[in-house]
């Protein structure tokens, strides 16, 4: 489906509107505290993609949760949203976990001027993870 990115409208969101889309498209909604600010992305009034920033500490931002619906993705929403998040961020630096060989991730991070800095195995998953950081 070829979607006209304009058409993107992006808004904050609610803890509880991002976990209900997670646990409808299957990922962990276990990971995403309850301090975040969330941001989804809407294409005629649907709710297609979303992304959330947790700040733990006075210097780190985390990026999680980020999901694009498969109809929607290699268009560029991820990055848009992603980039919209980084606005609100207010800490010096910015960092995301991407599963190893995420492919489509690791580019759209790369794109954002994230570099990859350390690797380690997720103890909750088993997943290879890679953690990934920028300054703000």
Known sequence: M????SNIEIKTISRDE???????????????PGRITAFGGYVDG???????LYKGF?????????????EYRKQGIGTQ???HALKYVDTPVVMATV????????????KLGFI??????NPNTGNEVTIWIRRR
Do not use: A
Not at 2 to 5: A, F, M, Q, R, V
């Open 2 to 5: 070829s979607t006209n990115l």
């Open 81 to 83: 949203i992603v980039s």
């Open 58 to 70: 006075w210097h780190t931002t985390e990026i999680r949760g980020l999901h694009v619906q498969k």
């Open 99 to 110: 599963r190893s060989g995420n492919l489509p991730s690791e580019r759209l991070f790369s």
């Open 116 to 121: 990859p800095c350390l690797d380690f195995i």
């Open 46 to 52: 649907k709710l297609i993609s979303v992304v959330c």
């Open 18 to 32: 991002m976990v209900n889309y997670l646990s409808n498209v299957s990922d962990p909604v276990n990971q995403i």
